[in-house]
């Protein structure tokens, strides 16, 4: 069979993570620019070895205009052949990584930083008084805002709650999806929950945010940055870290109302994206899902096929996808537990699963890895096939 | 007044809605439909996204629909609703297929349920706003 010409051209060859959660005295510039610098480190590379720079700024960029100009020069990087700043919410992340692969594999560049930075949250207020992180994401607009409909959080709950509705979805599947990805943070010293166990019973009894979700089933907030240098696969063989080789991809954006479909652009990538990398979903080792809520999660894995559609949540709670279960998912810990940088989390590891850099949390089994991304309310898709493998 | 609870947020007259509220004031709630399709449509947008038509006029609907989802907030940033929790904001779906984001009034939050049938009332909120809420049927 002959493979697609994609496939196995490009490959991650360094990760720059900076601390995560609530870190203070830096400003979303400051983390992308250290993020920049912690991958080119971890690559063996120096600044002047790239010559692309993908940027998803977080909210706390405020739209900056030309927000990966102004990192280019906080970087102080010369003679960029590729750049922009690109925003698909949380879907980003994977496809900064196609547009990169896309371009090396074109001969319009060799070596692109993809960065995600952000910094919602502020210090706390002297007297202990309360910064809320969800004033950052509140948003809401003139009409939802005099029904009180405020934010991301009840956007999703609407959807969810269609879910729920139409395929038996319950409360308790949601529980199970913070349970497992609780499990597996608790083996990550990099995770914001590391130290903090979560049982059934503690979500249970945990805090309404929007009904149907508890503050369980909602992403943490974090400040920090994250980066990804891609190169050729030939570059990165001679760098320090294994690559990390990109096989499939796609994006998938639906259009129209998500409470109609119930389902992610995932449906429109795996054909694409799995056909591409010449796998099936028996040959997916480690599954780093988005999750911006434990429901995300759950169409997510319907959508790609690893259960029929309506039964996420039985499968879920059923497939046992926390440490030592059937399906590595979500190893990190995911957004749900570990950190929110939108689509560098998934991406961020599934990197450091297929290098075998999971210590107490790697999945022994690592060749082949899915990552996902998802934006707006089920709105935007992206999905990546990674591999330790080069073919 | 320097201790005044924060008012209520009232939506912005737009021009595109001007006349959605003007007939807000009367008690009639009101739809955009394409002149072309005939699809009707909430809130108001220059084409219908449906089969791109600029042809629209604003119709008085039935005011009768069914709760299409609901969510429950316990969480709001906006004092005057952080001191009303726990409450539902709904989309009803209109009988002419429009949905809309509102919200129930008269039951408590978590009585309200998909496929509840609703009936619109007006929320008389300021002189200018007359803000459709629902109530069950």
Request: aromatic share 8%.
């Amino acid at each position: 069979m002959a493979g697609h010409p994609l496939r196995g051209s490009a490959a991650v060859a360094g990760l720059g993570i900076t601390p995560q959660g609530k870190v203070y005295g830096s400003n979303a510039m400051g983390f992308a620019v250290e993020a920049v610098r912690l991958a080119l480190e971890d690559a063996g590379l120096e600044r002047g070895d790239l010559d692309g720079l993908l940027l998803n700024p977080g909210i706390s960029w405020n739209d900056q205009g030309m927000g990966s100009f102004q990192l280019q020069q906080a970087l102080g990087l010369r003679d960029l052949r590729l750049t922009a700043s690109m925003n698909l919410g949380g879907a980003t992340a994977c496809a900064m990584i196609q547009y990169a692969t896309q371009a090396i594999a074109a001969g319009l560049c060799h070596t692109v930083a993809c960065v995600f930075s952000d910094a919602p949250l502020k210090p706390p207020a002297p007297g202990g008084a309360r910064t809320s992180s969800g004033a950052a994401y509140g948003f809401a607009r003139g009409f939802d805002a005099a029904y009180g409909f405020f934010g991301v959080n009840a956007l999703y709950a609407m959807v969810a709650r269609r879910h729920m509705h139409v395929y038996g979805t319950t409360q308790d599947q949601l529980g199970a999806v913070a349970v497992a990805q609780r499990r597996w943070a608790n083996l990550n010293p990099g995770a914001q929950m590391h130290d903090r166990p979560l049982t059934l019973e503690d979500y249970r009894a945990s805090r309404w945010v929007v009904e149907p979700f508890h503050v369980m089933d909602c992403c943490l907030v974090s400040n920090g940055g994250l980066a990804v240098i891609v190169t050729s696969a030939e570059r990165a063989r001679a760098l320090r870290k294994p690559p990390v080789y990109v096989w499939g991809m796609a994006q998938g954006h639906l259009g129209g109302d998500p409470s109609d479909s119930l389902t992610s652009g995932a449906v429109l990538t795996r054909e694409p994206a799995f056909a591409m990398a010449g796998v099936g979903l028996r040959d997916i080792d480690v599954v780093e899902l988005y999750d911006c809520y434990t429901f995300t999660v759950i169409v997510t894995l319907e959508d790609y096929g690893f259960c029929p559609k309506g039964e996420g949540g039985a499968f879920a709670a059923e497939h046992h996808t926390g440490p030592g279960g059937r399906l590595a998912l979500n190893t990190g810990g995911g957004q749900l537990s570990s950190f929110y940088m939108w689509g560098m989390t998934p991406v961020s590891e599934a990197i450091i699963q297929l290098r075998g850099e999971g210590g107490a949390r790697q999945a022994p089994k690592h060749d082949v890895a899915l990552v996902s991304g998802n934006g707006g309310v089920l709105s935007t898709h992206s999905t990546l096939v990674l591999s330790r493998l080069p073919t | 007044m320097s201790d005044a609870v924060p008012a209520r947020p009232v939506p912005a007259v737009t021009p595109e809605m001007a006349p959605f509220w003007e007939a807000a004031r009367r008690h009639e709630l009101t739809a955009q439909q394409c002149l072309d399709c005939r699809a009707f449509r909430f809130p108001a947008r220059e084409v219908c996204s449906r089969c791109l038509s600029r042809r629209a006029e604003w119709r008085r609907v039935s005011g009768r629909g069914r709760i299409f989802s609901v969510a429950v907030m316990h969480q709001a940033n906006h004092p005057w609703f952080a001191a009303r929790v726990p409450y539902p904001v709904v989309v009803v779906e209109l009988e002419e297929g429009a949905r809309m984001i509102s919200t129930v009034a008269g039951v408590e939050a978590q009585a309200v349920g998909i496929g509840m049938p609703v009936t619109v009332d007006f929320d008389d909120v300021t002189p200018d706003i007359s803000l459709p809420v629902f109530r069950p049927a």
